[in-house]
């Protein structure tokens, strides 16, 4: 059974804490991504991986940052964390091309910022 | 940018009725999956149709693809309140193997029993 973890189902941090979110899957997908999810606005993309050390921005990537060291983990950082931030936080991963084209979710991480 | 809108946004029906999204999409694609988000979980796949197919089955799931109208849609036969959950179009703009879904903001199921 194919499996996304996230580190955390909660977390809340204060206004300027460094904030780890971790992400880890165990089907050796090469793809992995991150969105934040919030009322009214649905998905939005922050961060994507192709691969090991490889990572892209997406759509919403400004207070973000993405680490990669291993296929199987993706971390999300906000290097200063600020109320506005506060969110549902998604992690997914995908096997890269071929008819393998369902992406797989983690639980999520609801983040408060205070 | 949002490439996919379902709609309606939210949608109310009784257990045993069947439910019907819709979801349009801007620019031409490779192909369309269908997404479920049971109340504060992640989400979970429900199917694919490609672009060169015009209608797909799963269980009590049916899903239509109209290319020329930029539009699919989801129908779910005989609701169970299990059923209630957000439901989320996503569309994969054609491109190579390395690729990201577009997803739209959902709409919201709830069957009632």
């Known amino acids: 059974d194919v499996k996304v973890t996230q580190s955390s189902r909660y977390l809340v941090k204060r206004t300027g804490e460094k904030v780890f979110l971790e992400c880890v899957q165990d089907m050796d997908h090469e793809n992995m991504f991150w969105y934040r999810q919030d009322p009214g606005l649905g998905l939005r993309l922050i961060y994507f991986s192709y691969d090991v050390k490889m990572k892209e921005k997406g759509d919403i990537p400004e207070g973000y940052s993405v680490s990669r060291e291993k296929k199987e983990r993706f971390s999300l950082i906000l290097e200063s964390a600020s109320t506005n931030q506060t969110s549902m936080y998604l992690c997914?991963?995908?096997?890269?091309?071929?008819?393998?084209?369902?992406?797989?979710f983690g639980p999520g991480t609801r983040l408060l910022v205070l | 940018s949002q490439q996919g809108e379902e709609d309606p946004q939210a949608l109310s029906i009784q257990e045993g009725e069947n439910a019907t999204m819709n979801c349009s999409y801007k620019t031409s694609i490779n192909n369309l999956q269908w997404y479920r988000q049971n109340s504060g979980r992640g989400l979970v796949h429900l199917i694919l149709?490609?672009?060169?197919?015009r209608e797909k089955h799963s269980g009590r799931l049916r899903v239509t693809l109209d290319t020329s109208k930029k539009s699919s849609s989801l129908l779910i036969t005989a609701s169970r309140a299990a059923d209630t959950a957000s439901y989320f179009c996503?569309?994969?703009?054609?491109?190579?193997?390395?690729?990201?879904?577009?997803f739209g903001k959902g709409t919201l199921l709830t069957v009632n029993p």
């Open positions: 996503a569309t994969k703009v054609r491109g190579g193997s390395n690729y990201k879904l577009t």
């Open positions: 149709i490609r672009s060169n197919e």
């Open positions: 997914a991963s995908r096997r890269a091309g071929g008819d393998s084209e369902t992406q797989y």
